[in-house]
């Protein structure tokens, strides 16, 4: 509905397992943005690219690597995790930054196990 | 350091009342100002901004929100409340040094849960 699109939608890793989130955006946005979304907490902004270049990579731990082959893909790749990195992750896409409003996709659900 | 307060958790509405969500702001600079609405198991989604100019910007939805410069405001209002309105909402801030400047990243608060009752 928005543009954004995230796939999987849920997923349950398990700590020692590997795997990635795809996020796609159909808007013809330049800026692109992961975000950590947990229970009782702010939104935390992890990585920011800006016409594919990474702007901003807000201390995540290396457990989290991004990657973004163009202005339209965004993937966030995951291995070693922790439990407490269970929540919600969230992509969006903005024209740029400043003034302009970011558009969000429906989030992938993360469960570690 | 910019920040964002959102001093309710949750805000209890009668349908067909008016609604206000409070957002105070501390930055540096002009703060650019947004408000977001996330339904249930779905991302968030832009109802309003203030960037220049009117003190009241109008959004989606029938929301609209005042900028206040000297109370470092940018409460959330609706004159009539819908059960669909029933969502958390989120305000998040910008800080700009001299508009065109330097910019920081969206800063958001922790979210206020507003529940619309019939």
């Known amino acids: 509905e928005t543009g954004v699109t995230q796939t999987p939608r849920h997923l349950v890793m398990g700590m020692t397992n590997k795997k990635s989130l795809k996020c796609e955006q159909h808007l013809g946005h330049n800026a692109m943005y992961w975000y950590k979304q947990s229970a009782k907490k702010p939104l935390e902004l992890m990585f920011v690219y800006n016409f594919k270049e990474q702007t901003e990579n807000n201390s995540v731990p290396s457990r989290f690597s991004p990657e973004c082959p163009n202005s339209s893909h965004l993937f966030l790749h995951l291995h070693t995790l922790q439990p407490e990195d269970s929540a919600l992750y969230l992509c969006a896409s903005s024209v740029g930054q400043g003034a302009n409003e970011q558009y969000f996709g429906p989030g992938t659900r993360l469960t570690v196990t | 350091a910019q920040s964002v307060a959102q001093p309710e958790d949750q805000v209890n509405v009668a349908e067909g009342n008016p609604l206000t969500v409070k957002c105070t702001y501390s930055?540096?600079?002009?703060?650019?100002l947004f408000w977001y609405v996330q339904y249930p198991n779905r991302g968030l989604q832009f109802l309003l901004k203030?960037?220049?100019?009117?003190?009241l910007v109008k959004g989606s939805y029938g929301f609209e929100a005042e900028f206040n410069k000297s109370q470092t405001s940018f409460h959330l209002k609706k004159p009539s409340a819908l059960v669909s309105d029933s969502a958390l909402y989120f305000c998040a801030v910008r800080h700009i040094m001299n508009y065109g400047g330097s910019q920081g990243n969206l800063i958001f608060g922790k979210g206020t849960k507003l529940s619309v009752k019939p």
């Open positions: 203030y960037i220049t100019g009117d003190n």
């Open positions: 930055v540096s600079g002009n703060p650019y």
